[in-house]
């Protein structure tokens, strides 16, 4: 009895401090499944924003092409959508459709062509046949016979460089023109990807 109330009394003489009752503070609880919740949410809104930038940057881009160089594939004023993510991963292949930047001047609007020649592969057009190292190009997009411009005498591509047709040969400015000529990897901006909807009849679709 005496050791019970003798211990009751140490305790509370612990509990005044200067003559006021000192209360020990609580410690406060972590809600960790409310903190959990909380950081769920602000990685979802970073993750969509970077997702929806992403997209944009990669895929978003739109233009018009300029002129009737691309028919009947694209119509003048008819919009496309670029991927600007495959070059990055890839190379462009011959038959894709390009849109870049002639001469690298941004200043320009963009010009959209297909490529027909590669690096290293050397390119002349004779009697209005376009000829790929000395062999005629049997998957030639125009049956027309076209101007061979610069391409009179042979051009060896460079490392980086690439020959590009209008398929509308006859009413394209394209590499065959000294103002364009060949065109650098550096210039490309990306691959036309989607055409968008010309008219009731035809509406969005991969360009081919």
């Not at 003489?13 to 006021?20: Q, T, W």
């Not at 930047?101 to 390119?123: D, F, Q, S, W």
């Not at 002349?124 to 391409?151: C, H, T, W």
Request: glycine share 10%; no cysteine.
């Amino acid at each position: 009895m005496f050791y019970t109330v003798h211990m009751a009394i140490r305790r509370k003489s612990h509990d005044y401090r200067g003559g006021r009752l000192h209360v020990e503070p609580q410690r406060k609880k972590v809600n960790f499944g409310r903190l959990y919740e909380v950081l769920t949410w602000v990685f979802g809104v970073l993750l969509s924003a970077f997702l929806g930038a992403f997209l944009v940057y990669a895929f978003g881009i739109r233009t018009s092409v300029i002129g009737p160089s691309m028919e009947p594939v694209l119509s003048a004023g008819q919009e496309i959508l670029l991927d600007r993510i495959i070059y990055q991963f890839s190379s462009p292949d011959r038959g894709d459709v390009v849109v870049f930047h002639p001469n690298g001047n941004e200043n320009t609007h963009l010009y959209v062509k297909r490529v027909i020649a590669l690096p290293g592969e050397t390119v002349q057009i004779k009697q209005g046949r376009l000829y790929i190292n000395g062999v005629q190009f049997a998957q030639d997009y125009s049956r027309e016979l076209m101007e061979p411009g610069i391409a009179e005498n042979a051009i060896t591509l460079g490392v980086e460089d690439y020959f590009v047709l209008g398929d509308n040969r006859a009413e394209s400015e394209d590499s065959r023109s000294a103002d364009i000529g060949v065109v650098t990897r550096s210039m490309i901006e990306g691959k036309a990807w989607l055409h968008l909807e010309r008219d009731e009849e035809e509406g969005i679709g991969r360009i081919k």
